[in-house]
Protein backbone atom coordinates (compact mmCIF):
# COMPACT_ATOMS: atom_id res chain seq x y z
CA UNK A 1 0.00 0.00 0.00
CA UNK A 2 1.29 3.52 -1.05
CA UNK A 3 0.74 6.83 1.35
CA UNK A 4 0.97 10.51 0.28
CA UNK A 5 2.13 12.82 3.22
CA UNK A 6 1.69 16.03 2.71
CA UNK A 7 3.86 17.56 5.80
CA UNK A 8 5.60 21.12 5.56
CA UNK A 9 7.22 20.62 9.01
CA UNK A 10 10.46 18.37 8.08
CA UNK A 11 10.21 16.80 11.90
CA UNK A 12 6.83 16.23 11.62
CA UNK A 13 6.97 14.62 8.04
CA UNK A 14 10.13 12.06 9.51
CA UNK A 15 8.46 11.35 12.17
CA UNK A 16 5.38 9.90 10.01
CA UNK A 17 7.42 8.49 7.48
CA UNK A 18 8.82 6.68 9.75
CA UNK A 19 6.03 5.53 11.32
CA UNK A 20 4.43 4.80 8.46
CA UNK A 21 7.11 2.80 6.67
CA UNK A 22 7.74 0.38 9.75
CA UNK A 23 3.88 -0.06 8.78
CA UNK A 24 4.53 -1.62 6.03
CA UNK A 25 3.65 1.51 3.72
CA UNK A 26 5.56 2.83 0.55
CA UNK A 27 5.79 6.72 1.64
CA UNK A 28 5.98 9.83 -0.84
CA UNK A 29 6.42 12.87 0.75
CA UNK A 30 5.73 16.57 -0.17
CA UNK A 31 6.02 19.86 1.79
CA UNK A 32 2.89 21.56 0.78
CA UNK A 33 -0.52 20.92 -0.81
CA UNK A 34 0.59 21.90 -4.91
CA UNK A 35 3.15 19.09 -4.93
CA UNK A 36 1.06 16.84 -2.70
CA UNK A 37 -1.79 17.25 -5.66
CA UNK A 38 1.20 17.30 -8.52
CA UNK A 39 2.79 13.62 -7.05
CA UNK A 40 -1.19 12.13 -5.88
CA UNK A 41 -1.60 12.26 -9.73
CA UNK A 42 1.69 11.56 -11.20
CA UNK A 43 1.64 8.61 -8.80
CA UNK A 44 -1.70 7.67 -8.68
CA UNK A 45 -1.50 7.52 -4.56
CA UNK A 46 -5.20 7.46 -3.35
CA UNK A 47 -4.52 7.39 0.30
CA UNK A 48 -3.30 11.00 1.79
CA UNK A 49 -1.87 12.15 4.73
CA UNK A 50 -2.08 15.76 4.84
CA UNK A 51 -1.24 18.34 7.64
CA UNK A 52 -3.72 21.57 7.43
CA UNK A 53 -1.68 24.54 7.43
CA UNK A 54 0.73 24.60 4.87
CA UNK A 55 2.68 27.40 2.37
CA UNK A 56 1.25 27.21 -1.18
CA UNK A 57 -1.73 25.57 -0.60
CA UNK A 58 -3.30 24.19 2.53
CA UNK A 59 -4.88 20.63 3.45
CA UNK A 60 -8.36 21.79 2.73
CA UNK A 61 -7.73 22.92 -0.71
CA UNK A 62 -5.91 20.20 -1.22
CA UNK A 63 -8.73 17.92 -0.49
CA UNK A 64 -10.98 20.07 -2.57
CA UNK A 65 -8.69 19.74 -5.68
CA UNK A 66 -8.15 16.11 -5.42
CA UNK A 67 -12.58 15.90 -4.88
CA UNK A 68 -12.28 18.13 -8.14
CA UNK A 69 -10.09 15.68 -10.37
CA UNK A 70 -11.43 14.83 -13.41
CA UNK A 71 -10.91 11.06 -12.74
CA UNK A 72 -13.62 10.69 -10.58
CA UNK A 73 -12.43 6.52 -11.11
CA UNK A 74 -9.86 6.97 -8.38
CA UNK A 75 -11.44 7.86 -4.82
CA UNK A 76 -8.80 9.51 -2.45
CA UNK A 77 -8.91 8.95 1.09
CA UNK A 78 -7.72 12.36 2.92
CA UNK A 79 -7.06 12.10 6.32
CA UNK A 80 -6.13 15.45 8.16
CA UNK A 81 -3.95 15.47 10.77
CA UNK A 82 -3.73 18.54 12.95
CA UNK A 83 -3.69 20.35 15.72
CA UNK A 84 -6.76 22.22 15.05
CA UNK A 85 -9.52 20.78 16.95
CA UNK A 86 -12.05 23.17 17.17
CA UNK A 87 -15.75 22.38 16.35
CA UNK A 88 -15.30 24.80 13.95
CA UNK A 89 -12.09 23.41 12.50
CA UNK A 90 -13.92 20.09 12.28
CA UNK A 91 -16.88 21.73 10.61
CA UNK A 92 -14.69 23.59 7.82
CA UNK A 93 -12.75 20.05 7.68
CA UNK A 94 -15.72 18.27 6.65
CA UNK A 95 -17.20 20.44 4.22
CA UNK A 96 -13.98 20.21 2.64
CA UNK A 97 -14.99 16.44 2.67
CA UNK A 98 -12.00 15.26 4.45
CA UNK A 99 -12.59 11.89 5.21
CA UNK A 100 -11.10 11.60 9.04
CA UNK A 101 -9.42 13.85 11.29
CA UNK A 102 -6.69 13.26 13.75
CA UNK A 103 -5.31 15.71 16.37
CA UNK A 104 -1.91 16.42 16.87
CA UNK A 105 -0.39 15.34 18.82
CA UNK A 106 -1.47 11.52 17.95
CA UNK A 107 -1.65 8.42 19.71
CA UNK A 108 0.75 5.46 17.30
CA UNK A 109 -1.98 3.36 17.82
CA UNK A 110 -4.75 5.40 17.10
CA UNK A 111 -3.08 6.43 13.88
CA UNK A 112 -2.62 2.77 12.71
CA UNK A 113 -6.67 2.07 13.36
CA UNK A 114 -7.50 5.03 11.02
CA UNK A 115 -5.03 3.69 8.28
CA UNK A 116 -7.00 0.23 8.38
CA UNK A 117 -10.44 2.02 8.22
CA UNK A 118 -8.70 4.00 5.43
CA UNK A 119 -7.57 0.77 3.61
CA UNK A 120 -10.86 -0.82 4.12
CA UNK A 121 -12.63 2.11 2.43
CA UNK A 122 -10.41 2.27 -0.38
CA UNK A 123 -10.86 -1.51 -0.95
CA UNK A 124 -14.03 -1.31 -0.94
CA UNK A 125 -14.19 1.48 -3.44
CA UNK A 126 -11.93 -0.32 -5.47
CA UNK A 127 -14.34 -3.04 -5.44
CA UNK A 128 -17.14 -0.92 -5.73
CA UNK A 129 -15.74 0.87 -9.04
CA UNK A 130 -14.80 -2.59 -10.62
CA UNK A 131 -18.32 -3.57 -10.08
CA UNK A 132 -19.84 0.01 -11.20
CA UNK A 133 -17.47 -0.63 -14.10
CA UNK A 134 -18.95 -4.07 -15.21
CA UNK A 135 -22.58 -2.87 -14.40
CA UNK A 136 -21.36 0.62 -16.48
CA UNK A 137 -20.08 -1.86 -19.05
CA UNK A 138 -23.36 -3.95 -19.07
CA UNK A 139 -25.55 -1.07 -19.42
CA UNK A 140 -24.06 -0.10 -22.23
CA UNK A 141 -24.32 -2.78 -24.15
CA UNK A 142 -28.25 -2.58 -22.82
CA UNK A 143 -28.39 0.41 -24.16
CA UNK A 144 -26.91 -0.28 -27.44
CA UNK A 145 -29.20 -3.31 -28.13
CA UNK A 146 -31.95 -1.36 -27.01
CA UNK A 147 -30.93 0.76 -29.58
CA UNK A 148 -30.87 -1.30 -32.39
CA UNK A 149 -34.30 -2.52 -31.30
CA UNK A 150 -35.40 1.08 -31.43
CA UNK A 151 -34.17 1.90 -34.70
CA UNK A 152 -35.28 -1.83 -35.95
CA UNK A 153 -38.94 -1.00 -34.98
CA UNK A 154 -38.42 2.54 -36.22
CA UNK A 155 -37.62 1.45 -39.79
CA UNK A 156 -40.30 -1.33 -39.86
CA UNK A 157 -42.43 1.90 -38.68
CA UNK A 158 -41.90 4.05 -40.97
CA UNK A 159 -41.99 1.21 -43.63
CA UNK A 160 -45.53 0.67 -42.51
CA UNK A 161 -46.56 4.30 -42.36
CA UNK A 162 -44.94 5.01 -45.52
CA UNK A 163 -47.20 1.99 -47.31
CA UNK A 164 -50.17 3.14 -45.29
CA UNK A 165 -49.45 6.56 -46.82
CA UNK A 166 -48.75 5.76 -49.98
CA UNK A 167 -52.43 4.11 -50.18
CA UNK A 168 -54.04 6.59 -48.43
CA UNK A 169 -52.37 8.99 -51.22
CA UNK A 170 -53.13 7.04 -54.07
CA UNK A 171 -54.44 8.76 -57.08
CA UNK A 172 -57.32 6.40 -57.40
CA UNK A 173 -60.13 5.05 -55.45
CA UNK A 174 -58.64 2.10 -52.79
CA UNK A 175 -60.27 0.27 -50.52
CA UNK A 176 -59.98 -2.94 -48.09
CA UNK A 177 -62.04 -5.19 -46.68
CA UNK A 178 -61.85 -8.72 -45.09
CA UNK A 179 -63.64 -11.69 -46.31
CA UNK A 180 -67.18 -11.07 -44.97
CA UNK A 181 -67.16 -8.01 -47.19
CA UNK A 182 -66.20 -5.61 -43.67
CA UNK A 183 -64.45 -2.50 -44.95
CA UNK A 184 -61.37 -1.61 -42.89
CA UNK A 185 -59.69 0.82 -45.26
CA UNK A 186 -61.04 3.60 -47.45
CA UNK A 187 -58.72 5.90 -48.92
CA UNK A 188 -58.92 9.70 -49.62
CA UNK A 189 -59.67 9.35 -52.98
CA UNK A 190 -62.55 6.38 -52.51
CA UNK A 191 -63.80 9.35 -50.06
CA UNK A 192 -64.16 12.00 -53.01
CA UNK A 193 -64.95 9.05 -56.13
CA UNK A 194 -67.33 7.65 -54.03
CA UNK A 195 -68.67 11.20 -51.96
CA UNK A 196 -68.57 8.83 -48.86
CA UNK A 197 -66.31 9.43 -46.04
CA UNK A 198 -64.15 6.83 -44.60
CA UNK A 199 -66.10 6.81 -41.20
CA UNK A 200 -68.87 6.56 -42.85
CA UNK A 201 -67.72 2.64 -44.08
CA UNK A 202 -66.13 1.48 -41.31
CA UNK A 203 -67.60 -2.27 -40.22
CA UNK A 204 -70.16 -2.15 -42.94
CA UNK A 205 -69.78 -4.20 -46.26
CA UNK A 206 -68.56 -2.94 -49.19
CA UNK A 207 -71.57 -3.86 -51.38
CA UNK A 208 -74.09 -2.20 -48.48
CA UNK A 209 -71.39 0.97 -48.66
CA UNK A 210 -71.49 1.09 -52.43
CA UNK A 211 -75.04 -0.07 -53.01
CA UNK A 212 -77.08 -2.48 -55.12
CA UNK A 213 -77.08 -0.36 -58.18
CA UNK A 214 -73.44 -0.59 -58.15
CA UNK A 215 -72.79 -3.90 -56.61
CA UNK A 216 -74.94 -6.04 -58.15
CA UNK A 217 -75.06 -9.96 -58.89
CA UNK A 218 -71.94 -9.94 -61.12
CA UNK A 219 -69.97 -7.80 -59.11
CA UNK A 220 -70.33 -10.00 -55.94
CA UNK A 221 -69.40 -12.44 -58.24
CA UNK A 222 -66.56 -10.79 -58.80
CA UNK A 223 -65.12 -10.10 -55.22
CA UNK A 224 -66.37 -13.56 -54.06
CA UNK A 225 -63.87 -15.40 -57.27
CA UNK A 226 -61.11 -12.93 -55.57
CA UNK A 227 -61.92 -14.28 -51.92
CA UNK A 228 -61.12 -17.82 -53.49
CA UNK A 229 -57.43 -16.65 -54.49
CA UNK A 230 -58.03 -14.74 -57.91
CA UNK A 231 -58.15 -11.35 -59.06
CA UNK A 232 -59.43 -9.02 -61.81
CA UNK A 233 -58.60 -6.11 -63.70
CA UNK A 234 -60.22 -3.10 -65.32
CA UNK A 235 -64.10 -4.49 -64.73
CA UNK A 236 -66.44 -2.09 -65.71
CA UNK A 237 -68.62 -1.47 -63.01
CA UNK A 238 -71.69 1.20 -63.05
CA UNK A 239 -74.83 2.50 -61.08
CA UNK A 240 -76.24 3.99 -64.51
CA UNK A 241 -74.59 7.56 -63.52
CA UNK A 242 -71.31 6.73 -62.82
CA UNK A 243 -68.99 4.52 -64.21
CA UNK A 244 -65.25 2.86 -62.95
CA UNK A 245 -62.42 0.59 -63.98
CA UNK A 246 -62.53 -1.88 -60.42
CA UNK A 247 -59.55 -3.75 -60.26
CA UNK A 248 -59.26 -6.31 -56.96
CA UNK A 249 -56.77 -8.53 -55.87
CA UNK A 250 -56.54 -10.66 -52.88
CA UNK A 251 -55.00 -10.44 -49.82
CA UNK A 252 -53.08 -13.49 -47.99
CA UNK A 253 -51.47 -13.44 -44.11
CA UNK A 254 -48.51 -15.10 -43.88
CA UNK A 255 -49.64 -18.48 -44.07
CA UNK A 256 -50.77 -17.88 -47.19
CA UNK A 257 -54.62 -17.79 -46.28
CA UNK A 258 -57.00 -15.26 -47.86
CA UNK A 259 -58.04 -13.07 -45.26
CA UNK A 260 -59.33 -10.16 -47.64
CA UNK A 261 -59.02 -8.00 -50.46
CA UNK A 262 -57.87 -5.07 -52.02
CA UNK A 263 -59.82 -3.03 -54.73
CA UNK A 264 -58.96 0.14 -56.84
CA UNK A 265 -61.77 1.57 -58.34
CA UNK A 266 -61.17 4.55 -61.48
CA UNK A 267 -64.00 7.14 -62.17
CA UNK A 268 -64.39 6.87 -65.80
CA UNK A 269 -67.72 8.67 -65.50
CA UNK A 270 -66.00 11.77 -67.78
CA UNK A 271 -64.75 9.65 -70.37
CA UNK A 272 -67.88 7.59 -70.36
CA UNK A 273 -70.23 10.38 -70.31
CA UNK A 274 -67.94 12.00 -73.18
CA UNK A 275 -68.03 8.79 -75.36
CA UNK A 276 -71.69 8.61 -74.80
CA UNK A 277 -71.88 12.35 -76.19
CA UNK A 278 -69.92 11.54 -79.52
CA UNK A 279 -72.21 8.20 -79.82
CA UNK A 280 -75.10 10.61 -79.85
CA UNK A 281 -73.49 13.21 -82.01
CA UNK A 282 -72.70 10.46 -84.38
CA UNK A 283 -76.21 9.27 -84.50
CA UNK A 284 -77.44 12.76 -84.90
CA UNK A 285 -74.60 13.12 -87.77
CA UNK A 286 -76.01 10.22 -89.62
CA UNK A 287 -79.54 11.35 -89.52
CA UNK A 288 -78.71 14.71 -91.04
CA UNK A 289 -76.48 13.12 -93.63
CA UNK A 290 -79.79 11.00 -94.41
CA UNK A 291 -81.38 14.10 -94.37
CA UNK A 292 -79.31 16.06 -96.55
CA UNK A 293 -79.29 13.08 -98.78
CA UNK A 294 -82.92 13.38 -98.90
CA UNK A 295 -82.67 17.03 -99.39
CA UNK A 296 -80.28 15.82 -102.55
CA UNK A 297 -82.88 13.70 -104.06
CA UNK A 298 -85.82 15.35 -103.35
CA UNK A 299 -87.35 18.80 -105.21
CA UNK A 300 -88.15 21.27 -102.97
CA UNK A 301 -90.91 22.61 -104.50
CA UNK A 302 -93.42 19.43 -104.66
CA UNK A 303 -92.11 17.49 -102.36
CA UNK A 304 -90.99 14.07 -104.64
CA UNK A 305 -87.94 12.80 -105.71
CA UNK A 306 -86.10 15.23 -108.07
CA UNK A 307 -83.91 14.71 -111.63
CA UNK A 308 -80.88 13.60 -109.84
CA UNK A 309 -83.32 10.78 -107.87
CA UNK A 310 -84.73 9.55 -111.42
CA UNK A 311 -81.23 9.31 -113.42
CA UNK A 312 -80.10 6.92 -110.16
CA UNK A 313 -83.45 4.82 -109.97
CA UNK A 314 -83.38 4.87 -113.38
CA UNK A 315 -79.88 3.57 -113.59
CA UNK A 316 -80.66 0.94 -111.02
CA UNK A 317 -83.69 -0.44 -113.13
CA UNK A 318 -81.21 -0.70 -115.83
CA UNK A 319 -79.06 -2.90 -114.29
CA UNK A 320 -81.67 -5.43 -113.04
CA UNK A 321 -83.14 -5.19 -116.39
CA UNK A 322 -80.50 -6.63 -117.59
CA UNK A 323 -80.99 -9.65 -115.65
CA UNK A 324 -84.39 -9.65 -116.56
CA UNK A 325 -86.87 -7.45 -114.64
CA UNK A 326 -88.60 -4.96 -117.61
CA UNK A 327 -89.81 -1.93 -117.10
CA UNK A 328 -91.22 1.13 -118.67
CA UNK A 329 -90.45 4.95 -118.43
CA UNK A 330 -93.74 7.58 -118.85
CA UNK A 331 -92.91 11.20 -119.52
CA UNK A 332 -95.52 13.78 -118.32
CA UNK A 333 -95.73 17.36 -119.17
CA UNK A 334 -98.49 19.54 -117.82
CA UNK A 335 -100.47 21.04 -120.82
CA UNK A 336 -100.52 24.83 -121.35
CA UNK A 337 -98.35 25.66 -117.80
CA UNK A 338 -97.15 28.55 -118.70
CA UNK A 339 -100.66 29.92 -119.11
CA UNK A 340 -101.26 29.00 -115.77
CA UNK A 341 -98.14 31.73 -114.54
CA UNK A 342 -99.39 33.79 -117.17
CA UNK A 343 -102.84 34.31 -115.63
CA UNK A 344 -102.84 33.54 -112.07
CA UNK A 345 -99.21 34.35 -111.13
CA UNK A 346 -96.04 32.00 -110.38
CA UNK A 347 -97.76 30.66 -107.11
CA UNK A 348 -100.50 29.59 -109.06
CA UNK A 349 -98.08 27.69 -111.69
CA UNK A 350 -96.60 26.25 -108.50
CA UNK A 351 -99.34 24.65 -106.76
CA UNK A 352 -100.30 23.47 -110.07
CA UNK A 353 -97.48 21.49 -110.16
CA UNK A 354 -97.59 20.79 -106.82
CA UNK A 355 -100.90 19.49 -106.94
CA UNK A 356 -99.80 17.21 -110.37
CA UNK A 357 -97.37 15.65 -107.87
CA UNK A 358 -99.33 15.04 -105.32
CA UNK A 359 -101.85 13.57 -108.11
CA UNK A 360 -99.61 11.34 -109.61
CA UNK A 361 -97.87 9.94 -106.25
CA UNK A 362 -101.06 9.24 -104.67
CA UNK A 363 -102.28 7.28 -107.48
CA UNK A 364 -99.27 4.75 -108.22
CA UNK A 365 -98.48 1.31 -107.43
CA UNK A 366 -96.47 1.01 -104.68
CA UNK A 367 -93.56 -0.49 -106.83
CA UNK A 368 -93.79 2.79 -109.02
CA UNK A 369 -91.77 5.80 -109.03
CA UNK A 370 -92.47 9.81 -110.14
CA UNK A 371 -89.95 12.22 -110.15
CA UNK A 372 -90.03 16.08 -111.23
CA UNK A 373 -87.97 15.79 -114.24
CA UNK A 374 -87.73 20.08 -114.83
CA UNK A 375 -89.83 22.68 -115.50
CA UNK A 376 -93.71 21.31 -115.51
CA UNK A 377 -92.35 17.47 -116.85
CA UNK A 378 -92.51 14.67 -114.77
CA UNK A 379 -90.51 10.99 -115.23
CA UNK A 380 -92.74 7.82 -114.24
CA UNK A 381 -90.92 4.22 -114.02
CA UNK A 382 -93.31 1.62 -113.85
CA UNK A 383 -91.47 -1.83 -112.48
CA UNK A 384 -91.99 -5.14 -114.21
CA UNK A 385 -94.70 -3.79 -116.60
CA UNK A 386 -94.51 -3.47 -120.51
CA UNK A 387 -95.27 0.05 -122.46
CA UNK A 388 -99.37 -1.49 -122.93
CA UNK A 389 -99.88 -2.17 -119.52
CA UNK A 390 -98.00 1.41 -118.50
CA UNK A 391 -100.42 3.60 -121.16
CA UNK A 392 -103.09 2.04 -119.26
CA UNK A 393 -102.10 3.06 -115.82
CA UNK A 394 -100.79 6.49 -117.44
CA UNK A 395 -104.53 7.22 -119.01
CA UNK A 396 -105.76 6.43 -115.13
CA UNK A 397 -103.37 8.64 -114.02
CA UNK A 398 -103.91 11.30 -117.04
CA UNK A 399 -108.25 10.77 -115.88
CA UNK A 400 -106.63 11.76 -112.39
CA UNK A 401 -104.94 14.91 -113.24
CA UNK A 402 -107.52 16.19 -114.87
CA UNK A 403 -109.77 15.48 -112.05
CA UNK A 404 -107.86 17.48 -109.45
CA UNK A 405 -110.04 20.39 -108.44
CA UNK A 406 -108.71 23.67 -108.37
CA UNK A 407 -109.84 27.40 -108.64
CA UNK A 408 -108.06 27.86 -111.76
CA UNK A 409 -108.95 26.81 -115.16
CA UNK A 410 -108.85 22.78 -115.62
CA UNK A 411 -105.29 21.17 -115.34
CA UNK A 412 -104.50 18.35 -117.82
CA UNK A 413 -101.09 16.49 -118.71
CA UNK A 414 -99.68 14.71 -122.22
CA UNK A 415 -98.17 11.29 -121.07
CA UNK A 416 -95.48 9.75 -123.45
CA UNK A 417 -94.60 6.07 -122.46
CA UNK A 418 -91.84 4.23 -124.02
CA UNK A 419 -90.51 0.56 -122.49
CA UNK A 420 -87.24 -0.96 -121.71
CA UNK A 421 -86.04 -3.44 -124.46
CA UNK A 422 -88.93 -2.55 -126.94
CA UNK A 423 -88.14 1.01 -127.18
CA UNK A 424 -84.12 1.01 -126.36
CA UNK A 425 -81.72 -0.67 -124.07
CA UNK A 426 -80.05 2.60 -123.25
CA UNK A 427 -81.06 4.95 -120.74
CA UNK A 428 -80.60 8.15 -122.42
CA UNK A 429 -82.35 6.50 -125.74
CA UNK A 430 -85.50 5.59 -123.85
CA UNK A 431 -85.83 8.90 -122.52
CA UNK A 432 -85.76 10.19 -126.01
CA UNK A 433 -87.51 7.73 -127.41
CA UNK A 434 -90.48 8.62 -124.07
CA UNK A 435 -90.25 12.38 -125.32
CA UNK A 436 -91.01 11.30 -128.34
CA UNK A 437 -93.98 9.49 -127.53
CA UNK A 438 -94.81 12.79 -125.18
CA UNK A 439 -94.27 15.35 -128.43
CA UNK A 440 -96.65 13.06 -130.24
CA UNK A 441 -99.39 13.05 -127.43
CA UNK A 442 -99.49 17.20 -127.37
CA UNK A 443 -99.76 17.37 -131.39
CA UNK A 444 -102.20 14.80 -130.84
CA UNK A 445 -104.42 17.78 -128.95
CA UNK A 446 -102.75 17.04 -125.77
CA UNK A 447 -104.56 15.47 -122.61
CA UNK A 448 -103.77 12.25 -124.08
CA UNK A 449 -101.50 9.19 -123.75
CA UNK A 450 -99.02 8.22 -126.48
CA UNK A 451 -96.79 5.32 -126.67
CA UNK A 452 -93.31 4.97 -128.07
CA UNK A 453 -94.66 1.82 -130.04
CA UNK A 454 -97.61 3.37 -131.43
CA UNK A 455 -95.40 6.11 -132.70
CA UNK A 456 -93.17 3.60 -134.73
CA UNK A 457 -96.60 2.16 -136.39
CA UNK A 458 -97.80 5.36 -137.53
CA UNK A 459 -94.51 5.95 -139.09
CA UNK B 1 3.60 37.28 32.90
CA UNK B 2 5.50 34.77 30.37
CA UNK B 3 7.10 32.35 32.50
CA UNK B 4 11.16 32.52 31.46
CA UNK B 5 13.08 29.47 30.33
CA UNK B 6 15.04 30.41 33.48
CA UNK B 7 12.35 30.36 35.56
CA UNK B 8 10.25 27.75 34.04
CA UNK B 9 11.59 24.74 36.03
CA UNK B 10 10.50 22.45 33.10
CA UNK B 11 12.24 19.67 31.18
CA UNK B 12 12.82 21.21 27.19
CA UNK B 13 11.92 17.51 26.27
CA UNK B 14 8.87 15.14 27.05
CA UNK B 15 10.78 12.37 26.98
CA UNK B 16 7.80 9.96 27.72
CA UNK B 17 6.28 11.55 24.26
CA UNK B 18 9.68 11.34 22.29
CA UNK B 19 10.02 7.44 22.80
CA UNK B 20 6.71 6.81 21.73
CA UNK B 21 7.08 8.35 18.69
CA UNK B 22 10.54 6.71 18.15
CA UNK B 23 10.05 3.80 19.86
CA UNK B 24 13.24 3.97 21.43
CA UNK B 25 15.02 4.38 18.66
CA UNK B 26 17.76 6.73 20.13
CA UNK B 27 19.32 6.70 16.88
CA UNK B 28 16.78 8.05 14.64
CA UNK B 29 16.02 10.55 17.66
CA UNK B 30 19.16 11.62 17.34
CA UNK B 31 18.60 12.14 13.24
CA UNK B 32 15.03 14.01 14.46
CA UNK B 33 16.87 16.35 16.95
CA UNK B 34 19.88 17.19 14.41
CA UNK B 35 17.25 17.72 11.29
CA UNK B 36 14.78 20.24 14.08
CA UNK B 37 18.78 22.31 14.81
CA UNK B 38 18.59 22.83 11.19
CA UNK B 39 15.21 23.96 9.71
CA UNK B 40 14.31 26.06 13.70
CA UNK B 41 16.59 29.11 13.01
CA UNK B 42 15.49 30.02 9.26
CA UNK B 43 11.50 29.83 10.53
CA UNK B 44 11.95 31.86 13.48
CA UNK B 45 14.02 34.05 11.38
CA UNK B 46 11.26 34.11 9.38
CA UNK B 47 8.79 35.32 11.59
CA UNK B 48 11.25 37.59 12.93
CA UNK B 49 11.32 39.60 9.45
CA UNK B 50 7.64 39.13 9.19
CA UNK B 51 6.64 40.59 11.98
CA UNK B 52 8.82 43.85 11.09
CA UNK B 53 7.44 43.61 7.78
CA UNK B 54 3.73 43.60 9.69
CA UNK B 55 3.13 40.54 7.56
CA UNK B 56 0.96 38.82 10.31
CA UNK B 57 -0.05 35.99 8.17
CA UNK B 58 3.40 34.76 7.74
CA UNK B 59 4.13 35.04 11.00
CA UNK B 60 0.91 33.16 12.04
CA UNK B 61 2.18 29.92 9.59
CA UNK B 62 5.73 30.22 10.54
CA UNK B 63 4.44 30.05 13.89
CA UNK B 64 2.43 27.52 13.91
CA UNK B 65 5.15 25.25 11.89
CA UNK B 66 7.54 25.97 14.72
CA UNK B 67 4.97 24.61 17.27
CA UNK B 68 4.36 21.71 15.44
CA UNK B 69 7.95 21.15 15.16
CA UNK B 70 8.21 21.13 19.00
CA UNK B 71 5.43 19.21 19.55
CA UNK B 72 6.45 16.11 17.34
CA UNK B 73 9.63 16.29 19.36
CA UNK B 74 7.99 16.44 22.71
CA UNK B 75 9.61 20.14 23.18
CA UNK B 76 6.14 21.50 25.18
CA UNK B 77 7.88 24.63 26.78
CA UNK B 78 9.19 25.67 23.61
CA UNK B 79 5.56 25.14 21.96
CA UNK B 80 3.88 27.56 23.77
CA UNK B 81 5.37 30.51 22.97
CA UNK B 82 5.13 29.46 19.33
CA UNK B 83 0.99 28.72 19.68
CA UNK B 84 1.16 32.19 21.99
CA UNK B 85 2.30 34.33 18.49
CA UNK B 86 0.35 32.17 16.06
CA UNK B 87 -2.55 32.83 17.69
CA UNK B 88 -2.31 36.51 18.27
CA UNK B 89 -0.78 36.90 14.53
CA UNK B 90 -4.21 35.23 13.50
CA UNK B 91 -6.26 37.93 15.87
CA UNK B 92 -4.24 40.56 14.18
CA UNK B 93 -2.72 41.59 17.57
CA UNK B 94 1.02 42.72 17.53
CA UNK B 95 0.89 43.93 21.28
CA UNK B 96 3.76 42.35 22.98
CA UNK B 97 4.70 39.97 19.95
CA UNK B 98 8.38 40.99 20.17
CA UNK B 99 8.41 39.91 23.61
CA UNK B 100 7.44 36.65 22.38
CA UNK B 101 10.21 36.16 19.58
CA UNK B 102 12.73 36.43 22.30
CA UNK B 103 11.01 33.96 24.78
CA UNK B 104 11.21 31.72 21.88
CA UNK B 105 14.82 32.48 21.14
CA UNK B 106 15.34 32.09 24.92
CA UNK B 107 13.79 28.49 24.47
CA UNK B 108 15.43 27.55 21.60
CA UNK B 109 18.83 28.12 23.06
CA UNK B 110 18.21 26.55 26.56
CA UNK B 111 16.39 23.43 24.21
CA UNK B 112 19.75 23.67 21.61
CA UNK B 113 21.76 23.13 24.41
CA UNK B 114 19.82 20.54 26.21
CA UNK B 115 19.89 18.45 22.62
CA UNK B 116 23.49 18.68 22.49
CA UNK B 117 24.25 17.50 25.66
CA UNK B 118 21.71 14.82 25.79
CA UNK B 119 22.15 13.34 22.07
CA UNK B 120 25.43 14.99 20.99
CA UNK B 121 24.17 16.40 18.10
CA UNK B 122 24.55 20.43 17.49
CA UNK B 123 23.57 22.76 15.09
CA UNK B 124 25.68 22.89 11.90
Known amino acids: ?459 | MNQTPMNDGRCPIDHEHLTDMSAGDTEFEAELMQEFLRVTPPLIEQVETALAAGDLPTVERAAHTLKGSCRSLGARPMSDPCEKLEKMARAGETTGANELVQDVHAYFDVLAEYITKTWGVRAA
Open chain 1, 1 to 459: MRVLIAEDEPTAARLLTRELESQGYQVFVAANGRDALELAQKENLSLVLTDWIMPEMDGLELCRALREHPDRSRYHYVIMISSRSTPKDRENAMEARIDDFLVKPYDQGELRARLGVARRVLEMQDRLHKQNEALVRSQEELLQANLHLTEATEIAEYARNRSLQLFEELPVAGFTYDTSGSVFEWNRRAETVFGINAHEVMGRTVWDVLGSKLVGKREKGQIHHVFEGGSFEDSPWSDGTHFFLVSSHCIRNRDGVVVGAVSTAVDVTQQRRAELLIERQKQDLVELNGRLQALAVTDGLTGIPNHRAFQERLQKLTEQANVGLGFSLAMVDVDHFKHFNDTYGHQAGDEVLRKTAECLIGNLRGSDFVARYGGEEFAILFRGIGEESAAQLCDRLRARIEAIETPYSKITASFGVAAWGSASTDAEDLIVAADQALYCAKRGGRNRVCSHSELEKAA
